[in-house]
Nanobody, 126 residues
């Protein structure tokens, strides 16, 4: 059984940084595309960043230049978030991509809803 667990969320001021981590059991990250999506209060879910099996990375326009996704050798997925803005306030989830996904950009529909963590809250104050 695959289990994903996010950590690293918290409260920061605008312009601050956080590093989210996603650890897993029952899955080898390097064999799958992985990524992050977020759910803001009252908004639809948004794909944030993804990394595919070839270690190509993809970012939503609203985080380009501020967020960095990476995979550690310890089967951990990271999301480095810099220059955070109040509009980045959301619950952040890591998820596996659907098998056979072809990423050309961050496509929220390519995340597998059945292979995701419970989320970690990020709150950015102005």
């Amino acid at each position: 059984q695959v289990q994903l667990a996010e950590s690293g969320g918290g409260s920061v001021q605008s312009g601050g940084s956080l590093r989210l981590s996603c650890t897993a059991s029952g899955i080898v990250f390097s064999r799958h595309s992985m990524g992050w999506f977020r759910q803001r209060p009252g908004k639809e879910r948004e794909g944030v960043a993804a990394v595919d099996e070839h270690v190509s990375t993809y970012y939503a326009d609203f985080v380009k230049g501020r967020f960095t996704i990476s995979r550690g050798n310890d089967n951990t997925l990271y999301l480095q978030m810099d220059n955070l803005k109040p509009e980045d306030t959301a619950m952040y989830y890591c998820a596996r991509g659907r098998v056979g996904s072809r990423w050309t950009h961050v496509d929220d529909t390519l995340f597998n809803d059945n292979v995701r963590g419970r989320g970690t809250q990020v709150t950015v104050s102005s």
